[in-house]
Structures are given as structure tokens and as C-alpha cells.
T-cell receptor
């Protein structure tokens, strides 16, 4: 049968509130980070990315913050909507000796539920 | 970004049979594709990196003789789960490596259920 999985962290918010989803990464050599949104039964969808030479990047309603000192990444969603309900994953690129063919390591994931 | 499709979207098979999953890059020539596996309520785990015209690179713990990968063209990679068992039941997702720095475009996934 399938492996017994860990329970993903969950975040419940009201529509219109701001949401903050956190992620800790482990590889200090990672130089590129991405946030993905995954709806049930679908593949991951790109939200926003950031390179290690930046500490903040903004998109439409979303902001990613990177703290390399503590190896922490966060995703802020402004004015959260019911359509934002999904599982959110951070991913880091393993920069092995300078190669950059896009090998990603995904974080645990957070379930975001937005209540109308 | 690149449009990626997978076929089938779901499949149910009997234990011991083999199942082939296709990953197509519809509008982009992909020299590199990736195959992931995702169990319920878990994250994506990279299984292998598929390079057009060469052998796939498998992650530690993934059996290359069980999960056969063929990347025969710039638009198609296939994953064949050989002699499938119930523990192989999972959500299999492919991605295409884009031209820009480290971007990846994901397919919609294939749900495999082995009875």
C-alpha cells in the first residue's frame, strides 16, 4: 500500500485576510527558490520565484521573502480569496558545483484553506 | 511557459502488470524532463531526470529496472512502471525544464492505482 504520510501543516484564513506561509530549507548552497500552488489532483503551478541574491520579490498579490541567515522562505498572499485554497510548496534548486539544470527539492507543503 | 500534458490522467491496473505514462511538451523542445512521485498528503519526490537521447539519471532508492524511462524525442518522455504492485500506487508528475534559469513546467499528473 501507500506510505503513511506526515500530516501537512494547515493554515485557515478568512477571505480578504492576508496569509503567510513559511518554509525552512536545508541546503545552504541553494541559490534559487520557487513557490508552487497545487490544487487537488493537479500538478504544481508556478507562483513566484526568487534568487539568493535577493531578499524580497513581489508579484501580483504575492510576495516572497528570503532569509538566508536562517534558511527561511515565506510566501505572503494579500487579500486571500477562496480560489487560493490549495497546497503550497516551496522548492529549492540544488546548485551542485555550478550546474543549473533545474533539479528541485520540494519542501513539505502547507494546506491553505480560505473561508468565505 | 511550456504546456505539458500527461497521458493517461488516471489508470487502474492489476498487480504484476506494467503501465506506461506519457509526458509531452506541447509547445517546447525539452532536452530535460523530470519525473516525480507524490503520495497522498506528501510532497513531490524526484524519481529521475530524463535527458533526450541518453539514459535517465535516477535518484537514490529508485529502481531503474522497475521504473523505465525513455526520452526518445524532444517532446516526449515515457515512464513505465514494470510489474506494478499496490505500493506503487501514487500520483506521478512530470516536468519540463525550460530555457530560462532553472524554470520547470509541470504536467497535470497521472494517478496510478494498483489493485
Amino acid at each position: 500500500g501507500e506510505s503513511v504520510g506526515l500530516h501537512l501543516p494547515t493554515l485557515s484564513v478568512q477571505e480578504g485576510d492576508n496569509s503567510i506561509i513559511n518554509c525552512a530549507y536545508s541546503n545552504s548552497a541553494s541559490d534559487y527558490f520557487i513557490w508552487y500552488k497545487q490544487e487537488s489532483g493537479k500538478g504544481p503551478q508556478f507562483i513566484i520565484d526568487i534568487r539568493s541574491n535577493m531578499d524580497k520579490r513581489q508579484g501580483q498579490r504575492v510576495t516572497v521573502l528570503l532569509n538566508k541567515t536562517v534558511k527561511h522562505l515565506s510566501l505572503q498572499i494579500a487579500a486571500t480569496q477562496p480560489g487560493d485554497s490549495a497546497v503550497y510548496f516551496c522548492a529549492e534548486n540544488e546548485n551542485a558545483g555550478g550546474t543549473s539544470y533545474g533539479k528541485l527539492t520540494f519542501g513539505q507543503g502547507t494546506i491553505l484553506t480560505v473561508h468565505p | 511557459g511550456a504546456v505539458v500534458s500527461q497521458h493517461p490522467s488516471w489508470v487502474i491496473c492489476k498487480s504484476g502488470t506494467s503501465v506506461k505514462i506519457e509526458c509531452r511538451s506541447l509547445d517546447f523542445q525539452a532536452t530535460t524532463m523530470f519525473w516525480y512521485r507524490q503520495f497522498p498528503k506528501q510532497s513531490l519526490m524526484l524519481m529521475a531526470t530524463s535527458n533526450e537521447g541518453s539514459k535517465a539519471t535516477y535518484e537514490q532508492g529508485v529502481e531503474k529496472d522497475k521504473f523505465l524511462i525513455n526520452h526518445a524525442s524532444l517532446t516526449l518522455s515515457t515512464l513505465t512502471v514494470t510489474s506494478a504492485h499496490p505500493e506503487d500506487s501514487s500520483f506521478y508528475i512530470c516536468s519540463v525544464s525550460g530555457s530560462a534559469y532553472n524554470e520547470q513546467f509541470f504536467g497535470p499528473g497521472t494517478r496510478l492505482t494498483v489493485l
